[in-house]
Structures are given as C-alpha cells and as structure tokens.
C-alpha cells in the first residue's frame, strides 16, 4: 500500500530484456533505500514493483508483460523520469489517500491551465474507469494523490499546486500524454458488495 505521496523523482538506467519480460533498472534520485530490502514494494509512476535488486543508486524490478501492456512502463526509455514512493508501514502518516499500486488503466491528458499560482487539469479516463471518478473524490494519477474538483462523463480535473508540479514529474506531461491511473478501491469495493454477486 502506498499513499500517493511521492517521495522523490528518479530517472530510468536502463529496460533489460529477460526470458520474455523486461528489468526497469531505476537510479533512485534522493530517495533513501536504507530500509529497503530485497522482495519491498517500490511504486513507480504509480505502479506497485517488487525490489528484485538493490544498489547504492537505485534498485532493479521485474516487469511482466501484462504490466507494460496495461500502464504507461511499455512507453518507458533509459532517461525517463519516474515518480517514486515507498510503501507505506503502518506508522506512517496517510497524507494522500490508500493507492494499491495496482493501475486499473491509461487516460489521457486532455489540457492543462493557469489557475492562480496553481494549475488546472483535465484527464479523460478510460469510459470503464469513468464510474468510479467522484468530485471531491481521490484519484492517483502516476502514482500522484490528487482530489478530483468536477466530472464531466469521462474527463475530471484536478488542480495541482506548485509544489506538485515541482516535485513530480508532472512538468514532464502536456496535453495528449498516456497517464496511470488508479481509482480510490473504496468505489470497487461499494460496487462489488451492490453487486450482491457474492
């Protein structure tokens, strides 16, 4: 479990291929590993990754093929940016809101507006995603917490503040770019115990 409060920005070393699928070998930028082992969760770009190799500068991850189909990894080249965030222990402080790791699909940036000091943006969500997307609900964009201000069928938007976009690599997106995305689980949840299926 993760917050979707990122913790630092890395950088991408190096895609290995091995035996099919693909080794992300992630330089951890300020993030500190001391109290990572072999085997913890890392979230990169919003996307739960086992440590399967450990370095003073970062760490190695196993990457299947159906996570790279399924998130925005397969787009990935040496050099990308990545967010970052440890998982959660349970004395830590819940800051954004609970974020599995675990994408549910790739949307879209569909614009991106001064507000203020802040600035607006507009997602569009795969149409299957779209019933699960509340104003003044949580959503992870990339791993990022955010709270969603209005939705529109399938597009929402959110606002960042200048400390987001600074210490994200949302700088790095502009309109038409793929982004993660993972819906608050409390809407699966709600829809399956509805569902009555059990």
């Known amino acids: 479990m993760f917050t979707g409060i990122i913790q630092s920005v890395g950088r991408v070393r190096a895609l290995e291929p091995v035996g099919g699928d693909t080794r992300l070998v992630v330089d951890a930028g300020d993030l500190d590993l001391?109290?990572?082992?072999?085997?913890?969760?890392?979230?990169?770009?919003?996307?739960?990754?086992?440590?399967?190799?450990?370095?003073?500068?970062?760490?190695?991850?196993?990457?299947?093929?159906?996570?790279?189909?399924?998130?925005?990894?397969?787009?990935l080249v040496a050099g990308?940016?990545?967010?970052?965030?440890?998982?959660?222990?349970?004395?830590?402080?819940?800051?954004?809101?609970?974020?599995?790791?675990?994408v549910d699909g790739v949307g879209r940036v569909v614009s991106v507006t001064p507000d203020a000091r802040s600035q607006r943006w507009v997602f569009e969500a795969p149409k299957e995603l779209a019933r699960y997307i509340a104003a003044k609900g949580s959503v992870a964009i990339n791993?990022?917490?955010?709270?969603?201000?209005?939705?529109?069928?399938?597009?929402?938007?959110?606002?960042?503040?200048?400390?987001?976009?600074?210490?994200?690599?949302?700088?790095?997106?502009?309109?038409?770019?793929?982004?993660?995305?993972?819906?608050?689980?409390v809407a699966r949840y709600v829809e399956r115990l509805q569902q009555g299926t059990i």
């Open 34 to 75: 001391a109290d990572v082992a072999l085997g913890d969760s890392i979230a990169v770009g919003g996307v739960c990754l086992t440590a399967v190799a450990l370095d003073a500068a970062g760490f190695a991850a196993d990457v299947s093929t159906e996570t790279l189909s399924r998130t925005t990894l397969g787009a």
């Open 80 to 102: 990308s940016r990545v967010n970052l965030e440890k998982a959660l222990r349970l004395a830590d402080r819940l800051g954004g809101h609970l974020v599995s790791g675990h």
């Open 143 to 185: 791993g990022v917490s955010l709270t969603v201000n209005e939705v529109d069928g399938a597009r929402f938007g959110v606002n960042l503040i200048p400390h987001t976009v600074e210490k994200t690599t949302f700088s790095d997106l502009a309109p038409g770019a793929a982004v993660n995305i993972e819906v608050d689980m």
